[in-house]
């Protein structure tokens, strides 16, 4: 049974950081790819970073120079290193193993001006 777990999410102050880990089970995770999305109120989901098999990586462009996607086949684990943090980025983040378009529950990110 596949699972994603995500952590991390927080409160924060403009200008901060956070890490957002997404643990996965139940899958061989070294062959997936995976995305973090984030979803503000009010506002449709939108996409926010992808992680390939081989660590290829892309950024929506608002988060690029701030954000870090990564994974850790060794630990089952991808990571959303966000720097430099602004009041737009509040949401809730998601992350998506992206063949199987399964998602995670989810972690809530504010962040205060």
């Known amino acids: 049974q596949v699972q994603l777990v995500e952590s991390g999410g927080g409160l924060v102050q403009a200008g901060g950081s956070l890490r957002l880990s997404c643990a996965a089970s139940g899958i061989t995770f070294r062959l997936k790819a995976f995305a973090w999305y984030r979803q503000a109120p009010g506002k449709q989901r939108e ?36 720097n430099n943090l602004k009041p737009e ?12 378009n399964y998602w995670g529950q989810g972690t809530q990110v504010t962040v205060s001006s």
């Open 47 to 82: 996409w926010v970073a992808t992680v390939g098999r081989t660590g290829y990586t892309s950024y929506e462009d608002s988060v690029k120079g701030r954000f870090t996607i990564s994974r850790d086949n060794a630990k089952n684990t991808v990571y959303l290193q966000m």
């Open 89 to 100: 980025d509040t949401a809730v983040y998601y992350c998506c193993l992206m063949s199987e």
